[in-house]
């Protein structure tokens, strides 16, 4: 059994733990449900220690046959690419209970049933980004929707059946466009006399497939990854989506199951359809800066703390689509850079956040004001996370973000021009929020806000160590992912252009 | 003039017969037997012939390549395997109807008259619904292996003089049920006289009546094409208004809605496959060498269908209604593998219709245990809150209305999968296309219902979920089981499926 498999299985595991205990024993059920993604985390982060950098084959692979009678295999593996996404989910699952240790109480239904959800969707999660046969990826894009739906339907606040109803329609839609395509990838590939759904070998289908059908199947995948991700104009979903989720499933919506559209673009738009891919970059490209500029708009005018920063993300998902789209390695690999460390500082916002509208019960920006000095650590973890989103320097999001912009540039000049600007504004959508809820008089009503507890400060400390830590010394996760990028970049036949000094005039 | 005994085998015809048989037993019971036994002694015989029929199917399936009676029916591995979908659902919807205290005492009384109370006083049970359900039985295994026009229409009339007033026969709602059976009948007289118009030219065309006699006029050629053209439209009316396609499904909704549940869950369900398996027969062996005549038009009717049905869906109050609205969505959907035209299309079409109908009957029961003082509550406003006070109720409801949704994992979207791929193989790459644009609008109806049970909170005069008996529990818990087992491990019963479905010509 492949180590990728064990991994995936073990929150399973701990899903049917969870389900063994007696309903009312609360305690036991977080402890277990905690211990059990814990131990995920380890695991998950010594399969990275033994994962081999240089080889860009698929690592750790499982593969057994599953439906033969349409070449369907349960297969799993990790390149760099999956690996650095499955270590991130990992990490931050267990991280996300701890730091909601009390909001599965109170939802439509027992807290058993939050964490069953929780354990369940890990389990998908990583299935996911392991997975190396097209339809067990399809399946499990579509099945994860089910458990986030209930997540944000019975855990939620407010508006929460209504956006779990948008966020699952959205999802459906793209995922049957996308059915639609895997359906075509399939006939085509048994039309071409072996029928597969492995990636390895669909990677070489588009030397057989017309340049309009690939269009076609291309924008099948496209559509259904980047209302994912989300991107302009197909974003509207994620506001109303994180704003009515519970912090700690709009931590695992934003900052993990939205890196699946990313990761797709990379693992099946350009790898198995790199004609078309070329063929639509311009427009990409197009939509990935609108999503950047419109997205910082939105963040700016924000009065809401949780669609403030649903709005940054769609500004940051913009980043990671132009870096996927300039079709150059160092715009790849500081994309794949990029969702790592949007998954953490998104995480860091959205647990601070999360902790400031529990204990004020508001959640409009403001109504806080002054917390600098009612919880100085509250406000300085939410000052770092704030400075992290807006990629400051020496903060690990600031060399992804740096790895885009540089490698946008030597292909894309304009876009990356027009991307800087985002960085601009990014300074204007953090800090407003940072002066009007940390800094000025205290507003009346928080004088008695307590300051973080043991809990939460363990909690925040890894997600902080992590952003800094990669922000000073990012080399161990580029040195996984950078072979990977540059082999993406190279099977889809691009190669990187010089710079040169006449780029851009 | 000498004339010639018919051959018949009666081994072959063993399953029909016995079910017959069965029938007439139950015909005698109802003659003989003491009215306080009657329902026990019913129920044994119907079970017991089903059983039987079954070993039988069995028994003959290994011989299943040969013409009977004369070459009026043939045996196959197609016609067994349906014959054995037919059986099985059967055999469910047996303890369904087995379970109802649903049906009226006395079905020729006047709605709301002296009579009728005076019946419901005295606590008579409708008893003949078994063998009436048998004798439609009977014909339903006739249907999908009869090879010749007048045996086909034989077989229709078979299955569906009972239905029409099996649908008459609910207890509650007398009225509705009263105009569902009239409507049903008057329609579907219409139907057959359609069928019998489109016999008559398709004879006029080839000079005989057996399919393969037809099919060889067809490879010849030499027959005059308007009748060839008038016969295949006009009996593809009659045929299609049984499956409840555009523009032929109007009957539907309101038969649903009337007949007793139970009831329209083995309609719902048997009645499909038995009506697709003639469809396939006729266009499979029959016409297939015509494709050119029919499948333009039969692909403008399944789109249509699937697009009509989805939409429509949408508007439903009334869970029947709407489930009604879902069947004639997958009628559209059913209709892909008919227009295949190919052996994967025909596995894909069984394989389909085995699990749809399963999934049908499944739904249906959880309908008959949603209550309350008046009978069955099938306003779907009165299911809100369902969730809380039944949860197991609710979320098995909710995993058959995302099966019918095509949520990966379950036996549906195994079944939409492949006969969407069938299609697209054949060169239809408008039903792939306009099936997972219908699935998505379908799915919004699926979604509403489940926001219902699940987000909404109980209304005052909510209706509540009676305590299942042990034979409606099993056959929920059955078809539950098969829909998740088809839906992950469909290996075994597709490769059976590719194995033994083929047709004779």
């Given amino acids: ?505 | 003039m000498t004339f010639t005994a018919p051959v018949l085998e009666y081994a072959l015809l063993a399953p029909i017969l016995i079910v017959l048989a069965g029938a007439l037993i139950g015909v005698l019971i109802e003659a003989f037997v003491a009215s306080a036994i009657r329902p026990t002694a019913q129920l044994f015989v119907a079970i017991a012939t089903i059983v039987i029929a079954f070993a039988q199917l069995v028994r003959v399936h290994g011989k299943s390549s040969a013409t009977a009676a004369m070459g009026a029916v043939t045996f196959d591995g197609a016609g067994v395997l349906l014959q054995g979908s037919i059986l099985i659902i059967a055999l469910i919807s047996f303890f369904l109807i087995a379970d109802q205290d649903n049906f009226t005492a006395a079905a020729a009384a006047v709605p709301g008259s002296q009579e009728e109370r005076e019946s419901h006083q005295a606590r008579i049970r409708t008893t003949e619904v078994f063998p009436l359900t048998l004798f439609a039985v009977a014909g339903m295994l006739l249907f999908p292996i009869a090879s010749d026009l007048i045996t086909l229409f034989v077989a229709l009339e078979m299955l569906s003089l009972p239905l029409y007033l099996m649908a008459g026969l609910s207890r509650y709602r007398r009225l509705a049920s009263q105009e569902a059976a009239l409507k049903y009948f008057l329609l579907g007289a219409f139907s057959s006289a359609f069928f019998l118009f489109g016999a008559a030219f398709l004879y006029g065309y080839s000079s005989s009546l057996t399919f393969a006699g037809i099919q060889a006029a067809v490879t010849g050629g030499a027959g005059n094409d308007v009748f060839l053209l008038l016969g295949i439209s006009l009996i593809s009316i009659g045929l299609l208004f049984k499956v409840s396609a555009f523009p032929f499904h109007s009957w539907t909704p309101d038969v649903y809605q009337g007949a007793p549940t139970a009831i329209t869950a083995f309609m719902a369900a048997a009645t499909k496959v038995a009506a697709f398996g003639a469809i396939l027969r006729l266009f499979y062996v029959a016409l297939a060498n015509a494709e050119w005549q029919w499948r333009p038009v039969m692909i403008v009717i399944a789109i249509a269908t699937m697009v009509f049905g989805s939409l429509v869906a949408v508007a439903q109050r009334d869970a029947k209604r709407m489930l009604a609205y879902s069947s004639i969505a997958h009628a559209g959907f059913l209709l892909s593998g008919v227009i295949a035209l190919s052996k994967s299309g025909l596995d894909a079409s069984i394989f389909y219709l085995f699990v749809y109908g399963i999934a049908t009957v499944g739904a249906f029961a959880i309908v008959t245990l949603v209550r309350d003082s008046a009978g069955e509550v099938t306003d779907l406003n009165r299911w809100s809150g369902l969730g809380k006070r039944s949860p197991i109720v609710a979320s098995t409801f909710a995993f058959f209305l995302l099966a019918f949704a095509g949520i990966p994992m379950t036996s549906v979207f195994i079944g939409k999968f492949s006969a969407f791929s069938s299609a697209y193989q054949s060169g239809s790459v408008a039903i792939p296309i306009a099936g997972v644009l219908a699935s998505a609008i379908a799915a919004f109806s699926y979604i509403r219902v489940i926001v219902l049970m699940f987000f909404k909170d109980p209304v005052e005069d909510g209706a509540s979920v009676v305590i299942p008996s042990a034979l409606t529990t099993t056959t929920i818990a059955a078809t539950g089981a098969v829909t998740v087992i088809l839906g992950i491990f469909p290996t075994p019963v597709i490769n059976f499926i590719a194995s033994t479905a083929y047709f004779l010509r």
């Avoid at chain 1, 899903?15 to 277990?32: G, H």
């Fill in chain 1, 1 to 505: 059994m492949s180590p990728i498999l064990i991994l995936a299985l073990l929150p399973l595991v701990g899903a049917l733990l969870v389900a063994a205990l007696p309903n009312e024993n609360v305690v036991r059920i977080k402890q277990a449900a905690l211990a059990s993604t814990l131990l995920t985390a380890f695991f998950g982060i010594y399969i990275t220690t033994q994962f081999v950098a240089a080889d860009t084959a698929m690592q750790f692979v499982q593969k057994n046959k599953w439906i033969p009678s349409f070449a369907i295999n349960f297969s799993l593996g990790v390149d760099g690419l999956a690996l650095v996404l499955i270590l991130m989910s990992v990490v931050l699952t267990p991280l996300v209970i701890l730091a909601g240790w009390n909001e599965s109480e109170g939802g439509r239904w027992s807290v058993k049933v939050f964490y069953i959800l929780i354990l369940v969707l890990e389990t998908m999660i990583i299935g996911v980004f392991a997975a190396t046969d097209l339809f067990l990826f399809y399946v499990l894009f579509e099945a994860i929707l089910i458990p986030v739906y209930f997540l944000i339907g019975g855990y939620g606040t407010g508006e929460r059946a209504a956006a779990a109803v948008k966020f699952l329609m959205y999802g459906l839609f793209g995922g049957l466009l996308m059915l639609a395509a895997v359906i075509g990838v399939y006939v085509i590939s048994s039309g071409a006399g072996h029928a597969s759904f492995d990636i390895t070998e669909l990677s070489g289908l588009h030397a057989v497939m017309s340049s309009t059908t690939q269009d076609f199947l291309f924008l099948g995948f496209f559509i259904a990854f980047a209302i994912k991700a989300p991107l302009w104009p197909l974003h509207t979903w994620l506001p109303d989506a994180a704003k009515a989720g519970s912090p700690g499933t709009s931590i695992l919506l934003l900052g993990v199951l939205d890196k699946i559209g990313t990761f797709g673009m990379i693992r099946f738009c350009i790898t198995i359809f790199p004609d078309a891919s070329k063929t639509f970059t311009p427009m990409i490209i197009v939509f990935s800066v609108t999503s950047i500029i419109y997205g910082a708009f939105l963040a700016i005018r924000a009065r809401d703390l949780k669609r403030l920063i649903a709005y940054t993300s769609i500004s940051h998902f913009g980043f990671i689509t132009l870096g996927i789209f300039s079709m150059t390695s160092q715009g790849q690999s500081g994309a794949t850079f990029y969702m790592f460390n949007h998954g953490f500082s998104t995480a860091a916002l959205l647990m601070v956040g999360g902790w400031m509208i529990a204990r004020r019960g508001s959640s409009t920006i403001a109504d806080f004001g002054g917390l600098q000095r009612v919880t100085p650590v509250m406000a300085w973890m939410f000052f770092i996370a704030g400075m992290s989103s807006l990629a400051l320097p020496g903060l690990a999001s600031f060399v992804s973000e740096f790895l885009v912009l540089v490698g946008t540039y030597t292909r894309y000049p304009v876009a990356a021009l027009i991307a800087t600007l985002g960085i601009v504004l990014a300074a204007l959508y953090i800090l407003i929020p940072v002066q009007k809820a940390l800094h000025g008089p205290t507003t009346p009503g928080n004088e008695d806000l307590p300051d973080l507890n043991l809990r939460e400060k363990i909690a925040i400390a890894p997600v902080v160590a992590v952003i800094v830590a990669f922000g000073f010394y990012p080399s161990p996760l580029l040195n996984i992912i950078n072979p990977a990028s540059a082999h993406v970049i190279e099977s889809a036949g691009f190669s990187d252009p010089a710079p040169t000094e006449n780029a851009g005039k």
